[in-house]
């Protein structure tokens, strides 16, 4: 008796625990507004004889004429040591200190030196990098848990510039404790989607974009605007037409007079259209394929590597310079990277030699896995670290050509195999990537980065470890992930969480980067339906899917118009409009299987990582056991996503034998007991699922469709269920894991 009160009890404190943790929706935007964690110090350390420690009273000296950027870095660096090491600084202004700042012209550009003695000086090529400095120094003691640093000189070089992110904390907002989150990851420009003066893509309405731009600028970041899917007729003109500037001037020469400190614009394809001569396309600008030419299978211009898109950039950079003429006008190949070579090849050489060439990093490449099945990269993955080789052909064309390379990698820590989680966790995956990167900066000058495409930046230990890997005097890889497993989860247990993660890192190359899988079940998790031999959610073939009843925050930018909710359906709608996005509509029964296989495989480590970590809880306290949770939340999150995919694709697959004219009676009566197991399994799998977002609010949202895999989304498809299926008949076998 007495042991079972003991277990009651320990049941109810863990209960308490887990409320304790939870997190009300949009919560983790408090964590994205935390620069600095609380009590980081621990007091049972000292101070080794070859170490500075740093104690009340100490001096951050910076130069008389330093600017805005130099004193907020010097203001920021004290209000660290107060929150998190418990050390009372104060700034001043001099040449003598305890902590002193200098800029050094004869540096290299991105380039700082620490050396640590006595007390501590840093010379930096500039503010901006001063402030890096003192960052990297943040970053030392939040390893080392206490103000202390090791004795002796460091010089250290950023990589890439830009780095440039879109928000994590929602479409196009930034704010001002969320900039000063950004800039200590090393990351140095923020990224703006803009249709128009003051409208943005997460603001369609009024955005004071000026004042973005200067609070951007307070702590050392560049404004960069991304063109998206504006189609003015003012500017839909050939560049040859004599009206051509006129239009351009209206529309882009207008948002440019209005943001003369933005350092840049980025423009895509497809949200650069114009009536192009190349007869290889459209001659329309309708949006969309084929247009209103049935039967003429030609792409649309924005789709195509024109023969007079130089022309179109030369006369568009033209008109931003005119009230900008330091902008870094930026055009970026994804729209042509799986067409005909030689007409890419040709484009580059033409474009003129003062823009920068963004090249996605991973798309458009073919492999296989293990155990054969055939892939193919449709959009951002990790999946495939990459280099891919329309990356290497456009690198080396750029560098033959003068051009600045950057590079679109998604390595703010996010990718779009799992569209709705902060970040993914699988560090050795994300080295793979950061190690070709730096190689092709050596190679091919390789100078710019842009870290995600509607995913952000999530400042997270990943971007931790990235910063080093892309700096060149950097913490070296497996001794950095170790110090960061060490001070997160404990020195006893460092070994054992970065196994974990290397587990992790196995898990995701099994998952194949298809659109079926980024666009479906990946995208929301296990919020997606499962509506096997049921009536279609959303009515007939090609209703808009935002008149759905899917719960959606209504100020959402994008609604649902990156995810398709009916897994076959979809397929079917593919084969019916005949679209040629998709590689593979309907897969053979062995593709299928060797898929579900892998992914099953993918399930199994994501989760043995998970309840390797949740084992370590009880032995964690505070922060470091609310960090962790939120981990094992993560990795919980994503083995049962690949648990929903696994029991959709397996429906699918029975529910053409239910449909098919072939099957016997017997097959059919089978596939059917088949389906009704699935959906057991997998509304236990969703049920499962809503104690883990409550742990952390951030798992189900994406910065441009808001909540799509939340906790309502997640009821919402189990009410759909029970509709289908019938409660009990689900609640028919106990959930078993």
Request: proline share 6%.
């Given at each position: 008796?007495a042991?079972?009160?003991?277990?009651?009890?320990?049941?109810?404190?863990?209960?308490l625990?887990?409320?304790?943790?939870?997190?009300?929706?949009?919560?983790?935007?408090?964590?994205?507004e935390?620069?600095?964690?609380?009590?980081v110090r621990?007091r049972?350390?000292?101070a080794?004889?070859?170490?500075?420690?740093?104690?009340?009273?100490?001096?951050?000296v910076?130069?008389?004429s330093s600017?805005e950027v130099?004193y907020?870095?010097?203001?920021d660096f004290?209000?660290?040591?107060?929150?998190s090491?418990?050390?009372?600084?104060?700034?001043?202004?001099?040449?003598?200190g305890?902590?002193?700042l200098?800029?050094?012209?004869?540096?290299?550009?991105?380039e700082y030196?620490?050396?640590?003695?006595?007390?501590?000086?840093?010379?930096?090529?500039?503010?901006?990098?001063?402030?890096?400095a003192?960052?990297?120094l943040?970053d030392?003691m939040?390893l080392?848990?206490?103000?202390f640093?090791?004795?002796?000189?460091?010089?250290?070089?950023?990589?890439?510039?830009?780095?440039m992110?879109?928000?994590?904390?929602g479409?196009?907002?930034f704010?001002?404790?969320?900039?000063?989150?950004?800039?200590h990851t090393?990351?140095?420009?923020?990224?703006?989607?803009?249709?128009?003066v003051?409208?943005?893509?997460?603001?369609?309405?009024y955005?004071?974009v000026?004042?973005?731009?200067?609070r951007?600028?307070a702590?050392?970041?560049?404004?960069y605007?991304?063109?998206?899917?504006?189609?003015?007729?003012?500017?839909?003109?050939h560049?040859?037409?004599p009206?051509?500037e006129?239009?351009?001037?209206?529309?882009?020469?207008?948002?440019?007079k209005a943001y003369?400190?933005?350092?840049?614009?980025v423009?895509v394809?497809?949200?650069?259209?114009?009536?192009?001569?190349?007869?290889?396309?459209?001659?329309s600008?309708?949006?969309?394929?084929?247009?209103?030419?049935?039967?003429d299978?030609r792409p649309?211009?924005?789709?195509?590597?024109?023969?007079?898109?130089?022309k179109?950039?030369?006369?568009?950079?033209?008109?931003?310079?005119k009230?900008?003429?330091?902008?870094?006008?930026v055009?970026?190949?994804?729209?042509?990277?799986?067409?005909?070579?030689?007409?890419?090849?040709?484009m580059?050489?033409?474009?003129?030699?003062?823009l920068?060439?963004?090249?996605?990093?991973?798309?458009?490449?073919?492999y296989?896995?293990?155990?054969g099945?055939?892939c193919?990269v449709?959009?951002?993955?990790?999946?495939?670290?990459?280099p891919?080789?329309?990356f290497?052909?456009?690198?080396?064309r750029?560098?033959?050509?003068?051009?600045?390379?950057?590079a679109?990698s998604?390595?703010?820590g996010?990718?779009?195999?799992?569209?709705?989680?902060?970040?993914?966790?699988?560090?050795?995956?994300?080295?793979r990537?950061?190690?070709?990167?730096?190689?092709?900066?050596?190679?091919?000058g390789?100078?710019?980065?842009?870290?995600?495409?509607?995913?952000?930046a999530?400042?997270?230990?990943?971007?931790e470890?990235?910063?080093?890997?892309?700096?060149?005097?950097?913490?070296?890889?497996d001794?950095?992930?170790?110090?960061i497993?060490?001070?997160?989860?404990?020195?006893?247990?460092?070994?054992?969480?970065?196994?974990?993660?290397?587990?992790?890192?196995?898990?995701?190359?099994k998952?194949?980067?298809?659109?079926?899988n980024?666009?479906g079940?990946?995208?929301?998790?296990?919020?997606?339906p499962f509506?096997?031999?049921?009536?279609p959610?959303?009515?007939?073939?090609g209703?808009d899917l935002?008149?759905?009843?899917?719960?959606?925050?209504?100020?959402?930018?994008?609604g649902?118009?990156?995810?398709?909710?009916n897994?076959?359906?979809?397929?079917?709608?593919?084969?019916?409009?005949?679209l040629?996005?998709f590689?593979?509509?309907?897969?053979?029964?062995?593709?299928?299987?060797?898929?579900?296989?892998?992914i099953?495989e993918a399930?199994?480590?994501?989760?043995?990582?998970?309840?390797?970590?949740?084992a370590?809880?009880?032995?964690?306290?505070?922060?470091?056991?609310?960090?962790?949770?939120?981990?094992?939340?993560?990795?919980?999150?994503?083995w049962r996503?690949?648990?929903?995919?696994?029991?959709?694709?397996k429906?699918?697959?029975l529910e053409?034998?239910?449909?098919?004219?072939?099957?016997?009676?017997?097959e059919?009566?089978?596939?059917?007991?088949?389906i009704?197991?699935?959906?057991r399994?997998?509304?236990?799998?969703?049920?499962?699922?809503?104690?883990?977002?409550?742990t952390?609010?951030?798992l189900?949202?994406?910065?441009?469709?808001?909540?799509?895999?939340g906790?309502?989304?997640?009821?919402?498809?189990?009410?759909?269920m029970e509709?289908?299926?019938?409660k009990?008949?689900?609640?028919?076998?106990?959930?078993?894991?």
């Open positions: 008796m042991k079972s009160v003991i277990v009651l009890i320990c049941v109810a404190v863990c209960a625990q887990v409320q304790a943790q939870e997190e009300r929706p949009y919560g983790f935007r408090e964590r994205l935390t620069v600095h964690e609380k009590d621990d049972t350390l000292t080794a004889a070859d170490e500075l420690a740093l104690d009340d009273g100490t001096e951050i910076i130069p008389a600017g130099l907020g870095a010097a203001r004290a209000d660290y040591l107060f929150v090491m418990d050390v009372s600084a104060r700034v001043t202004r001099g040449t003598r305890g902590i002193v200098s800029l050094d012209e004869k540096l290299a550009e991105r030196e620490v050396a640590v003695g006595d007390g501590i000086a840093i010379r930096a090529k500039d503010e901006r990098m001063a402030a890096q003192l960052y990297h943040e030392l939040n080392r848990r206490a103000p640093l090791k004795k002796g000189v460091e010089r250290r070089e950023s990589l890439f510039s830009p780095r992110t879109h928000s994590a904390w479409w196009d907002d704010p001002d404790a969320y900039l000063r989150k950004i800039a090393g990351m140095d420009a923020i990224l703006v989607c803009i249709s128009d003051d409208k943005t893509c997460g603001n369609p309405r955005q004071d000026r004042s973005l731009i200067r951007a600028a702590v050392g970041l560049d404004t605007l991304y063109w998206k899917d504006n189609f003015d007729e003012r500017a839909y003109v560049p040859d037409d009206k051509a006129e239009g351009y001037d209206a529309v882009y020469g207008r948002v440019s003369p400190d933005a350092k840049g614009f423009f394809g497809e949200s650069a259209p114009f009536p192009s001569k190349d007869p290889r396309v459209l001659p600008k309708t949006i969309g394929r084929n247009g209103q030419f049935p039967g299978t649309l211009p924005g789709w195509f590597p024109c023969n007079d898109y130089h179109w950039a030369k006369a568009v950079s033209g008109v931003i310079r009230y900008n003429p330091k902008s870094d006008f055009f970026w190949t994804y729209n042509w990277g799986d067409k005909d070579e030689t007409a890419r090849m040709e580059i050489d033409n474009l003129q030699k003062d920068s060439l963004l090249v996605t990093y991973e798309t458009f490449e073919s296989a896995l293990e155990n099945f055939p193919h449709d959009d951002y993955t990790l999946a495939f670290a990459g891919g080789k329309y290497v052909a456009d690198a080396k750029a560098k033959r050509n003068g051009l600045p390379l950057y679109q998604m390595t703010g996010n990718t779009w195999d799992d569209g709705s989680v902060p970040y993914l966790p699988v560090p050795h995956q994300w080295k990537r950061w190690d070709g990167m730096v190689r092709a900066h050596d190679d091919w390789l100078v710019g980065v842009m870290e995600g495409h509607h995913n952000a999530e400042p997270s230990f990943v971007t470890l990235e910063k080093e890997a892309f700096t060149r005097g950097g913490i070296p890889f001794r950095h992930i170790r110090l497993a060490a001070r997160d989860f404990g020195e006893k247990n460092a070994d054992a969480v970065v196994a974990v993660w290397r587990k992790w890192s196995e898990a995701l190359p998952i194949p980067p298809s659109h079926n980024q666009y079940p990946f995208r929301i998790g296990p919020a997606y509506n096997a031999l049921g009536k959610l959303f009515g007939s073939l209703e935002d008149k759905a009843d899917f719960p959606i925050a209504p100020y959402a930018v994008y649902l118009g990156n995810i398709r909710l897994y076959a359906d979809d397929q079917v709608r593919q084969f019916v409009e005949g040629d996005y590689p593979r509509l309907q897969l053979a029964d062995e593709d299928v299987r060797r898929e579900v296989e892998s099953g399930e199994r480590l994501y989760r043995e990582g998970a309840d390797a970590l949740r370590m809880l009880p032995g964690l306290s505070g922060p470091r056991a609310e960090k962790a949770g939120r981990l094992v939340a993560l990795g919980e999150f994503l996503t690949c648990r929903t995919a696994v029991n959709v694709k429906a699918t697959q053409n034998v239910v449909l098919s004219e072939r099957a016997t009676a017997a059919k009566a089978a596939a059917r007991e088949g009704l197991a699935l959906a399994d997998e509304y236990a799998n969703a049920k499962a699922t809503i104690p883990v977002v409550r952390d609010s951030h189900g949202w994406e910065p441009s469709m808001e909540y799509v895999g906790e309502e989304q997640i009821r919402w498809k189990l009410r759909k509709s289908l299926y019938g009990e008949e689900l609640l028919g076998n106990k959930e078993t894991r």
